[in-house]
């Protein structure tokens, strides 16, 4: 890359907490972070935020009048950016990106009833549950006024902000960016649309997400809220805590909505991309989309042994430990990626034994990300 981009700030509230230490604990356990709650008709498995983030989002809501209006998609976004990001000169020129795939989910189902209940809707309604005013509020709360926008490209939303982070600071735009995802679906009706189209896990045992389990026969998705950002700079200082030194982005051709190819088309480019621009044969880890899905999983799979060959690099994800976030899923794994490059330790996935011996430094991590629409995204991060 023409100038190198550095990641001086991370920060997630998921069920892993609400601190980095708390956060690496959890990867450490290693027990999945699922509960049973009825949402819809039945009890299933998912994935809430822990309750010392919970405790933080509420202090977060109640810090201001206009919070308690907004959408819980929002309020993650605002408290994981508010984390991740330390001002220290006014005059920076500060872009943000933050997307999510589903957006204001819980607020506009929630208006949409009182619509059919009463045929008349809030004032609030449409200005709340716009995707745009993601990125909107993590710029109010955070006291930035330059540029901010949001987007959905399904559950490579995270990623592809940290594209748009990357192009700003590349072509002088924006000294810093703060680019994440955010998403709060845990919802009956997004609970439905996914058992709809037969993701959803049915198992009984709290291993409930079989990521990368990629001799299974049912699937086994199960849905986690996050929100997640990044703060990326030009340049490499004293705060960087990893290196961004590769990255591609690719899309296939559909053959219906939620497709993918058998050998994930647009995982064999884009990694081919990110392998490319970092000028690299192999990295040391690759974290995977790997949704716990039949198709989803064994595809990328299939992906990374046509483009590895036989130096297959190590292979994990963090779904099995937390579920599928959509728009912030990408963005969480990057965070895992960091964490592993300053703790120099490997997080192991259990339903995959890597064949690869664990190198004494861990020095470069892939991270991957697809979505509806055969949208693939691969980023290369490295120690500073």
């Not at 981009?5 to 998921?14: A, K, W």
């Not at 498995?45 to 919970?54: A, L, M, R």
């Not at 591609?248 to 053959?255: D, F, H, I, P, Y």
């Not at 647009?266 to 040391?284: H, I, P, T, Y």
Request: glycine share 8%.
């Amino acid at each position: 890359m023409q100038h190198p981009i550095s990641i001086s700030g991370i920060r997630s509230v998921s069920a892993l907490g609400n601190s980095t230490e708390e956060i690496w604990n959890n990867y450490q356990k290693g027990a999945p972070l699922f509960k049973k709650m009825k949402l819809g008709i039945s009890e299933d498995w998912i994935s809430e935020i822990s309750d010392s983030s919970e405790n933080a989002l509420l202090k977060l809501q109640g810090s201001h009048p206009a919070y308690a209006r907004l959408d819980r998609s929002v309020l993650l976004a605002m408290l994981s950016a508010k984390q991740a990001f330390r001002r220290t000169d006014p005059d920076l020129r500060i872009g943000i990106n933050f997307g999510s795939s589903r957006g204001a989910t819980q607020l506009l189902e929630s208006y949409h009833e009182t619509f059919l209940k009463s045929g008349s809707v809030s004032a609030y309604t449409s200005p709340t549950t716009t995707l745009g005013n993601i990125s909107s509020w993590v710029g109010q709360e955070l006291g930035i006024d330059g540029y901010a926008s949001g987007h959905s490209a399904t559950c490579s939303t995270a990623l592809h902000g940290v594209l748009n982070g990357i192009a700003w600071l590349q072509s002088d735009m924006a000294d810093m960016f703060i680019a994440g995802g955010s998403e709060a679906a845990l919802t009956p009706f997004t609970l439905a649309q996914m058992k709809a189209m037969k993701l959803y896990s049915s198992s009984e045992n709290v291993m409930a997400c079989e990521s990368m389990r990629f001799q299974k026969k049912k699937n086994s998705m199960v849905l986690g809220e996050a929100g997640v950002a990044a703060v990326l700079e030009r340049a490499v200082s004293e705060n960087t805590l990893a290196r961004i030194i590769g990255y591609g982005v690719a899309s296939e051709k559909l053959t219906h909505n939620t497709s993918i190819s058998e050998n994930a088309d647009c995982f064999q480019r884009s990694m081919g991309k990110a392998l490319k621009s970092a000028g690299l044969e192999n990295v040391d880890v690759v974290i995977m989309h790997a949704p716990g899905t039949v198709k989803g999983d064994l595809a990328e799979k299939n992906a990374i042994d046509l483009v590895f060959g036989t130096k297959l690099p190590l292979l994990t994800t963090n779904k099995w430990l937390i579920g599928h976030s959509f728009g912030a899923s990408g963005m969480m794994s990057m965070e895992m990626g960091v964490l592993m490059l300053q703790h120099n330790k490997f997080i192991e996935n259990p339903f995959f034994e890597n064949a690869r011996h664990l190198p004494e430094t861990l020095r470069t991590i892939m991270i991957n990300a697809v979505g509806f629409g055969g949208n693939a995204v691969s980023i290369i991060i490295s120690k500073p």
